[in-house]
């Protein structure tokens, strides 16, 4: 009588035929996963999703094909072309750390030595470690603790690293860890989980127990407060002026339009540009943090070139789209937009 197959034979049987197909992936099998790509997409796909990253995953690549080329790029031309992911201390972490490889001769692969490098954390040096160099390692991501929290019906997440360990496997870590990720995302999801599609139907306490949704508990959500702030558009001879925040806190070093303090309450001009006129808009605008919600009042005015000099850049506002804005203030330059005075 043959045994049964493990956990991970039944698992890696499901991956090597239903896979995802992702530029950054080799196939089922093949371990031959460019060591750059795997690092990029896992720091892309941090709280963001693989249908947002896909293609600017691609566009980047097209751009910056290698560390060598990233560690040349100047992190002015590497915000701007993240703009839009979020996150924003991601990008100028990629630029250390591609500035880190290329001084070091290489990328290395352990996973220990990966912890190394700036922006690479426990998650990240498990993932490429696995992923791009075949190493025994656990990778436990948001998908990752919630197959293995239902497979085991575990009410502490505490233990979920010591079970992802006991099932992952010494040959096709990589494998097993896209396995596990792909099984999270596509089947075993967060809410109404394709359990009669799942290969570990028959391995699953939750599934047994008739309540897979059940686990990870969830933790209560705490209530974020809510912050306000003015977002300034200043205008003269079709240019528009721009600044770069601070290079510390949120959206740190990007390029945007300027704004006054967030506050508590509304703080009305205050931190405006030097310039009379002020005219605010009917519109706000409303973006959510991680920890808190922002409302911001939008506040124009027109000015000639001679009028005042302000700190920052002119920049043309028909080419404002190549300025690569965070999502907070290109929606704010598209309600300005909209509303363009004389």
Do not use: D, H, I
């Given at each position: 009588m043959s045994a049964k197959p493990s956990i991970s034979d039944q698992l890696l049987a499901w991956y090597d035929a239903n896979a995802r197909v992702l530029p950054w992936r080799a196939p089922p099998g093949s371990n031959a996963a460019d060591p750059?790509?795997?690092?990029?997409?896992?720091?892309?796909?941090?709280?963001?999703?693989?249908?947002?990253?896909?293609?600017?995953?691609?566009?980047?690549?097209a751009r910056w094909p290698d560390f060598a080329s990233l560690a040349a790029a100047s992190?002015?031309?590497?915000?701007?072309?993240?703009?839009?992911?979020?996150?924003?201390?991601?990008?100028?972490?990629?630029?250390?750390?591609?500035?880190?490889?290329?001084?070091?001769?290489?990328?290395?692969?352990?996973?220990?030595?990966l912890r190394q490098l700036p922006g690479i954390g426990d998650y990240t040096a498990a993932a490429v470690a696995a992923i791009a160099f075949g190493q025994r390692a656990v990778a436990i991501d948001a998908n990752v603790a919630r197959v293995v929290a239902r497979l085991f019906a575990l009410a502490d997440k505490a233990e979920v690293p010591a079970h992802a360990d006991r099932i992952t496997p010494d040959l096709r870590a990589g494998d097993f860890a896209q396995a596990m990720m792909d099984l999270?995302?596509?089947?075993?999801?967060?809410?109404?989980?394709?359990?009669?599609?799942?290969?570990?139907?028959?391995?699953?306490?939750?599934?047994?127990?008739?309540?897979?949704?059940?686990?990870?508990?969830?933790?209560?959500?705490?209530?974020?407060?809510?912050r306000h702030g003015t977002i300034f558009w200043l205008e003269r001879d079709g240019r528009i002026l721009l600044v770069r925040r601070p290079p510390k806190g949120l959206l740190g070093g990007m390029r945007a339009l300027p704004t006054g303090a967030w506050a508590d309450a509304p703080p009305g001009l205050a931190g405006a540009p030097a310039a009379a006129g002020w005219r605010l808009l009917e519109d706000e605008v409303t973006h959510v943090f991680t920890h808190f919600r922002l409302e911001c009042r939008l506040a124009a005015a027109s000015i000639a070139a001679q009028e005042v000099h302000a700190e920052g850049e002119w920049w043309l506002i028909a080419d404002l789209g190549a300025a690569g804005l965070?999502?907070?203030?290109?929606?704010?330059?598209?309600?300005?937009?909209?509303?363009?005075?004389?």
């Open positions: 750059y790509r795997v690092w990029l997409s896992e720091v892309m796909l941090q709280q963001t999703t693989v249908a947002a990253v896909t293609p600017r995953f691609e566009a980047w690549v992190e002015e031309e590497v915000m701007g072309a993240w703009a839009g992911l979020g996150y924003y201390a991601r990008a100028r972490n990629l630029v250390a750390c591609a500035r880190a490889v290329a001084a070091r001769g290489g990328f290395p692969t352990t996973e220990a030595e999270g995302a596509t089947v075993c999801t967060p809410r109404g989980p394709r359990c009669l599609l799942c290969p570990l139907r028959t391995e699953c306490r939750g599934f047994a127990g008739g309540m897979p949704e059940a686990f990870p508990a969830r933790a209560a959500k705490k209530a974020r407060p809510t965070p999502t907070l203030f290109a929606r704010a330059a598209q309600l300005f937009g909209r509303e363009r005075w004389g």
